[in-house]
């Protein structure tokens, strides 16, 4: 997987621009996976911990609860 990272800003009909160098590296009709984010000055260590959470929880299926019900019995 390849990635470029740019800065922009959302337009009032809410299209963000990709600038010309970048456009110019993607092949057209290429699937693209997209992140967007903003106010990243406010909280990163914020964004990192909840970007992560997301991972982690993503991956829990409901059979892995039998390990929680293991947990609880051993107490």
Same mark, same amino acid.
Do not use: C
């Given at each position: 997987?390849?990635?470029? !990272?740019?800065?922009? *800003?959302?337009?009032?009909?809410?299209?963000?621009?990709? +600038?010309?160098?970048?456009?110019?590296?993607? +092949? +057209?009709?290429? %699937?693209?996976?997209? &992140?967007?984010?903003?106010?990243?000055?406010?909280? !990163?260590?914020? &964004?990192? %911990? *909840?970007?992560?959470?997301? %991972?982690? !929880?993503?991956? /829990?299926? +409901?059979?892995?609860?039998? /390990?929680?019900?293991?947990?609880?019995? *051993? %107490?």
């Amino acid at each position: 997987m390849k990635a470029v !990272e740019f800065e922009g *800003t959302v337009s009032h009909n809410g299209q963000i621009a990709v +600038p010309a160098e970048i456009a110019g590296q993607l +092949p +057209p009709g290429e %699937r693209l996976h997209v &992140v967007i984010q903003w106010d990243a000055a406010a909280d !990163e260590d914020g &964004v990192w %911990r *909840t970007q992560g959470r997301q %991972r982690f !929880e993503a991956a /829990y299926r +409901p059979e892995d609860a039998v /390990y929680d019900q293991l947990m609880d019995e *051993t %107490r």
